[in-house]
């Protein structure tokens, strides 16, 4: 079976540039893509480039043929006359001898035959079509018509397509070059809207700093007269009291400072979350501090019946803040008192390394279940061990001593057993280095 | 009977600062701003004079610069309920004697401020 889509007989030489459109324009209705695409137009060009040299082509006619599948698109170039001696080769049969572009077509394509008709002589490629299909006479039949309405056409539509398809090719660059001007002005836009929102939180930040400030300043002075009046009154300062009267006022006294450790606290942790502390670094007795430390909780010590014991040499000192670290052992050892019901606190002391010291806070409590280990050190968790409800605290304490801890250069942890009690255990360094951002304009 | 002026605008802790003083045996004078403060500064004759550092005209720190400018030796104790650093530095660079923090004490309030008489 042979059926013939197309016949073109090339008047001018312009005709030639068509021919490979065409072979195209075939090849892709009858299902080719793009790498046979290529290697079918291809082909067409170096058979013809050889083929215009040595004769002068006839006729062009591309056709489908194969009886069964696989169907095969056939191109087939006629010349008049002979075909020449140049083309062929020595031997018609052999690759010896022939032209560099027919070589190129045989290798590109699944056939290629020289033929011989009565009158002319031709050359035929071939490929075989996409998935070794079969192509029914009706299929042809609709390839056909529609090859009519695309083709033939001038070789100056064939430049003005490829020109214009150049000019679309570089209206998208140029599209994706404004597109990328427009995104440019956009970024400098969110850039500019960024720094706007930075100056915006840096200023907010210094109003929180500002308000917190007097916020404290305004809570302390109510509680200034609510302490200092109910302090004057427990002493009978006033006159004299009877019991529930003193009963009540201590409890009014109790709420009053846990309000104040509260401001405190509050206060404290905005400030180094603002990068507002500034640290009194100097040379710390650390065993003094800790005697000082005792000092404030003796009251609290003998109410409970427990022992504080402090290990720690006498000359023993590092280079820190010495207000800092009487705050956070303070908080430790008040943790301590106020979990114990009787026994003995043991402050330790000991080097991880020459740069560091670890300071141990034992307890006798009834220590922290492994759940709750984690939730210690964030604000606002307040964990209560068996029997411990009601225990007073801020739930900021340990959250500040850790943010304290960790400005001054250190880490802090606990460990602790249920029934065993609990070791609250920090490090710091030695000699204190600052390392903190606080003054420097430097952008993260 | 020494003579203390009291420099506070809220009446709770006047009457505060006041009942301590007075049960501890001193005369107290008050003033309510800083204005009549530095009036009262010269004109009452104060043995030592206690400064809230947050006042409606202008603050104690500022009160106590004017007294100071004017030669007067008087001591000055700063009582602020501010707590920020360099709040006692400050107090210190005004011409305060000393600095105590709010809430007051009853118990030590007395044995702070006799340091300075």
């Known amino acids: ?444 | 009977m020494k003579r203390i002026l009291v420099v506070e605008d809220n009446e709770a802790n006047l009457y505060l600062t006041r009942f301590l003083l007075e049960k501890s045996g001193y005369e107290v004078v008050a003033a309510v701003d800083g204005k009549t403060a530095v009036t009262m500064a010269f004109d009452s004759f104060p043995d030592l004079i206690i400064m809230d550092v947050q006042l409606p005209d202008m603050d104690g720190l500022e009160t106590t610069k004017l007294i100071r400018s004017k030669a007067s030796k008087v001591p000055i104790i700063a009582l602020t309920s501010y707590a920020m650093p360099g709040d006692r530095e400050d107090a210190l660079a005004a011409g305060c004697d000393g600095y105590i923090q709010k809430p007051v004490n009853p118990d030590t309030f007395i044995a702070e401020i006799e340091i300075y008489l």
């Open chain 1, 1 to 444: 079976m042979k059926k013939t889509l197309l016949v073109v007989k090339p008047r001018k030489s312009t005709d030639f540039v068509q021919v490979r459109q065409w072979a195209r324009d075939i090849a892709s209705l009858l299902g080719f893509h793009h790498h046979e695409l290529t290697r079918i137009t291809t082909a067409v060009s170096e058979v013809m480039r050889d083929v215009a040299q040595a004769a002068t082509v006839k006729q062009i006619e591309f056709f489908v043929s194969g009886q069964s599948a696989p169907s095969v698109f056939d191109i087939e170039i006629i010349v008049q006359g002979t075909l020449p001696e140049s083309l062929l080769g020595r031997k018609q049969f052999s690759v010896e001898g022939m032209a560099s572009g027919c070589l190129a077509a045989k290798r590109l394509m699944d056939a290629f035959k020289f033929e011989t008709g009565l009158a002319n002589e031709s050359v035929v490629i071939g490929k075989i079509l996409p998935s070794s299909r079969h192509v029914s006479e009706s299929e042809l039949e609709s390839i056909e018509q529609k090859i009519r309405t695309i083709i033939p056409r001038d070789p100056i539509d064939e430049l003005n397509q490829q020109n214009k398809e150049l000019g679309a090719v570089l209206q998208e660059l140029q599209n994706q070059q404004e597109k990328l001007t427009e995104q440019n002005t956009e970024l400098e836009q969110l850039t500019r809207e960024l720094q706007i929102a930075n100056e915006r939180l840096q200023e907010a930040d210094q109003l929180k700093s500002v308000f917190l400030a007097s916020m404290s300043h305004e809570l302390r002075t109510p509680l200034n007269s609510i302490l200092g009046f109910t302090g004057i009154i427990l002493k009978g300062m006033a006159g004299d009291i009877n019991d529930e009267q003193r009963k009540q006022l201590t409890m009014v006294q109790n709420s009053g400072r846990h309000l104040l450790s509260l401001i405190n606290d509050v206060l404290d942790i905005s400030k180094i979350e603002a990068g507002k502390v500034e640290l009194n670094i100097s040379t710390v007795n650390v065993s003094a501090v800790a005697e000082e430390v005792l000092e404030t909780v003796r009251p609290a010590l003998s109410d409970k019946n427990i022992d504080l014991k402090i290990s720690i040499p006498a000359d023993l000192t590092i280079n820190s803040d010495a207000r800092r670290l009487k705050q956070i052992l303070l908080n430790l050892v008040d943790n301590a008192v106020k979990f114990s019901d009787s026994g003995t606190l043991i402050i330790n002391q000991s080097f991880p390394d020459a740069a560091q010291i670890r300071i141990d806070v034992k307890d006798c409590g009834s220590g922290i279940g492994s759940d709750d280990l984690p939730k210690l050190f964030a604000p606002f968790q307040q964990i209560n061990p068996n029997g411990m409800r009601g225990k007073q605290g801020t739930g900021l304490g340990l959250y500040l001593c850790r943010k304290l801890v960790n400005r001054m250069g250190g880490e802090i942890w606990a460990e602790s057993e249920l029934n065993k009690g609990s070791i609250f255990s920090f490090v710091l360094p030695m000699k204190f280095e600052d390392n903190s951002e606080t003054h420097s304009s430097r952008r993260g």
